[in-house]
């Protein structure tokens, strides 16, 4: 089993800033076949990014994702108050799928 | 538009087998996997398992010995099975689906199931 490891477990950050989400595998993700999802309170998680770098449909373009193997990134660029939420990362190239912790960021 | 509908009993004691239902509209059943994923409240995810539209699973080891999921194409729906449930298992289960060695695309809204007698 693939064990994702993210950090921060919190991220206290103000509109505006950047922000930057890690992701570690314990073992190579298969084709980088690695995802970000966004989770607000009472709502189900919503897919953000997939292959690692492809957003989904109707993301905005200031969310990015990175890397390869097993180190990944999510980086929010000037974040926007709809923003703050907890955001998991997810493999789903090998059985079972796993999910990271998740890491929450928060309006400072 | 994939839209999908988690049903069951909220409530289910100890011992008892919790059973979810997950009716899907907008897709064909036969174009996806289709996966149940849950989050015990205040924590993370964690998959379950999937069915494709002929039957195949594939189950989470940590769950295997207490799972079942099914499919209905005539109903388009899926369901669960979980046996022998404990406190443990109070999540929200989700329903989700997803193609071959793709990310979860459209969730349920979610259904808290609580463990309790």
């Known amino acids: 089993e693939i064990v994702l490891t993210q950090s921060p477990g919190t991220l206290s950050l103000s509109p505006g800033e950047r922000a930057t989400l890690s992701c570690r595998a314990s073992?190579?993700?298969?084709?980088?076949?690695l995802a970000w999802y966004q989770q607000k309170p009472g709502q189900a998680p919503r897919l953000l990014i997939y292959g690692a770098s492809s957003r989904a449909t109707g993301i905005p373009d200031r969310f990015s994702g990175s890397g390869s193997g097993t180190d990944f990134t999510l980086t929010i660029i000037r974040l926007e108050p709809e923003d703050f939420a907890v955001y998991y990362c997810?493999?789903?190239?090998?059985?079972?799928?796993?999910f990271g912790q998740g890491t929450k960021v928060e309006i400072k | 538009q994939v839209q999908l509908q988690e049903s069951g009993p909220g409530l289910v004691k100890p011992s008892e087998t919790l059973s979810l239902t997950c009716t899907v509209s907008?897709?064909?059943?036969?174009?996806?996997?289709w996966s149940w994923i849950r989050q015990p409240p205040g924590k993370g995810l964690e998959w379950i398992g999937y069915?494709?539209?002929?039957?195949?699973?594939s189950y989470n080891p940590s769950l295997k010995s207490r799972v079942t999921i099914s499919v209905d194409t005539s109903k388009s729906q899926f369901s669960l099975k979980l046996s022998s449930v404990t406190a443990a298992d109070t999540a929200v289960y989700y329903c989700?689906?997803?193609?071959?060695?793709?990310?979860?695309?459209?969730w349920g809204q979610g259904t808290l199931v609580t463990v309790s007698s």
């Open positions: 997810q493999q789903y190239g090998s059985s079972p799928r796993t």
């Open positions: 989700a689906s997803q193609r071959a060695f793709a990310p979860f695309d459209y």
């Open positions: 069915i494709n539209y002929i039957g195949s699973t």
């Open positions: 073992q190579s993700v298969s084709s980088s076949f």
């Open positions: 907008g897709a064909s059943i036969s174009s996806y996997f």
